[in-house]
């Protein structure tokens, strides 16, 4: 969708803001963290503007584009083939071709983009997460999935058995299936390989709450308080209860075996 608008100017992808809140649609954690929305946008060399769905909902095609022209000094569309707008979403991307057509622009509509497992769809995506099959949806994003937070301080845990690690408070962000991954960590800058534990931790305690805890590999010093992202590679296996804190100290060090030859 970006490289089609890239010939008509800066491509400006266009958000609309409320659009759960209006269609009545349950809560759902986003696919990227709002304050990680300008690193992307920066990867693909394309700026975004909001726009109210109150605002546009009922229009017209016609209406539409004529918001677009005039509200946000657009000069042309790119759809998506399957994009429906307009009263009760009567109007298909083709109606709203047409109306950009007559307003002089040259409308452009994306065909599906589709991978050897089906449409490439933030719904597929979401399901890949949840089933924690970070690999595949990494292929459909065209980057790796990232979680992001202040490191803030644990039960420490990690650093009693010599595995010390950040606990980092993730931000609103969709959190995949629980489990280990090999990810890499970004810190200010500087990447390192790591192991990430998703969940509560069943070996060390009852009804913990799910945290997010990284172990950087080849990294000594402190993290409170620093940022920490964490771009997820690949899910390594399942969290499970071991029957004793040396099994645990045992697993650990495979885990970070094999996240080191994960990350190459």
Do not use: K
């Amino acid at each position: 969708m970006v490289e089609a608008a890239r010939p008509l100017g800066m491509p400006t992808l266009l958000r609309f803001t409320g659009m759960p809140e209006a269609l009545g649609w349950a809560p759902r954690r986003p696919l990227v963290a709002e304050t990680d929305r300008p690193r992307v946008l920066d990867q693909w060399r394309a700026q975004e503007r909001l726009l109210p769905f109150d605002a546009i909902r009922a229009c017209t095609p016609p209406d539409f584009v004529a918001v677009l022209a005039q509200r946000l000094g657009a000069a042309g569309l790119v759809i998506g083939e399957d994009f429906r707008g307009g009263p009760g979403r009567s109007s298909d991307a083709w109606a709203f071709a047409a109306a950009a057509r007559d307003r002089g622009w040259q409308p452009v509509v994306v065909p599906l983009l589709t991978s050897t497992t089906g449409a490439i769809s933030s719904s597929r995506i979401r399901s890949l997460l949840a089933e924690g099959q970070v690999g595949e949806a990494n292929q459909l994003l065209g980057r790796s999935y990232r979680l992001g937070g202040p490191v803030v301080t644990g039960d420490g845990r990690g650093r009693q058995i010599g595995v010390p690690t950040a606990n980092v408070q993730v931000e609103q962000v969709l959190l995949p299936r629980g489990g280990v991954y090999a990810a890499w960590a970004d810190i200010d800058g500087r990447r390192y390989r790591a192991a990430v534990n998703l969940g509560t931790a069943p070996t060390v305690g009852e009804h913990r709450p799910q945290t997010c805890e990284a172990h950087l590999l080849d990294f000594s010093g402190d993290l409170y308080g620093r940022f920490l992202a964490l771009d997820l590679v690949a899910r390594l296996r399942d969290e499970v209860r071991f029957p004793s804190l040396a099994a645990l100290v045992a697993q650990i060090q495979a885990d970070l075996a094999l996240a080191r030859s994960t990350l190459v």
